[in-house]
């Protein structure tokens, strides 16, 4: 079956850390660039980081710039995101994403279902 | 950066309306421009990307055009699975503000 699965969600303090995962299945996963996209309780998707196919390119949003890291790894099929140094506005559902196409000519062709972070004290 | 405006935020309409959101970039994209469904609790859905080209599997009433800075979503008859939130993307950095589609 085609789908991604996150997991890895959960209720911390600011300041901590968390890592959530991404299951990739059905595909190809080697092959496309990935991204994490979130959306805060009552607002839009906001794009938070993506990385290439091959790993060798990582981009992040200035919102988690220094504090989020990207990863993955093509032989389980996984992708990642290390969250550290967590504030209250990181609360969010974050979704994996497929990209399909070129940067500039590309979308996200496939979502995952989402796994909520929520970041209180 | 390249910043992407919705137009309306929200709207009511009925099953049967046309429907046109609109979608205004900030600077010139050319046709670098997507849209997506999302209603809540789901995945969003891909559908339309590069402004124009209809995702295999989204239904026909749905339709995309422009280019430059200005771009729209059209639903040509609104049924009652099109109640949603809808997003424009630019690239993958930008995402509109969306458009909330209510039941009149």
């Known amino acids: 079956q085609v789908q991604l699965v996150e997991s890895g969600g959960d209720v911390v303090q600011p300041g901590r850390s968390l890592r959530l995962s991404c299951a990739a299945s059905?595909?190809?996963?080697?092959?496309?660039?990935m991204h994490w996209v979130r959306q805060a309780p009552g607002k839009g998707l906001e794009w938070v980081a993506l990385?290439?196919?091959?790993?060798?390119?990582?981009e992040y949003a200035d919102s988690v710039q220094g504090r989020f890291t990207i990863s993955r790894d093509n032989s389980q099929k996984m992708l990642y995101l290390q969250m550290s140094s967590l504030r209250t506005e990181d609360t969010a559902l974050y979704f994996c994403a497929r990209w399909n196409g070129d940067d500039s000519r590309g979308a996200v062709d496939m979502w995952g279902q989402g796994t909520m972070v929520t970041v209180s004290s | 950066d390249i910043q992407m405006t919705q137009s309306p935020s929200s709207l009511s309409a009925s099953v049967g309306d046309r429907v046109t959101i609109s979608c205004r970039a900030s600077q010139t994209i050319s046709t670098s421009l997507n849209w997506y469904q999302h209603k809540p609790g789901k995945a969003p859905k891909l559908l339309i990307y590069?402004?124009?080209n209809l995702q295999s599997g989204v239904p026909s009433r749905f339709s995309g055009s422009g280019s430059g800075t200005d771009f729209t979503l059209t639903i040509s008859s609104l049924q009652p699975e099109d109640f949603a939130t809808y997003y424009c993307?630019?690239?993958?950095?930008?995402f509109g503000g969306g458009t909330k589609v209510e039941i009149k």
């Open positions: 990385i290439s196919y091959d790993a060798n390119n990582k």
């Open positions: 590069v402004a124009s």
């Open positions: 993307q630019h690239s993958y950095r930008a």
């Open positions: 059905g595909f190809t996963f080697s092959a496309y660039g």
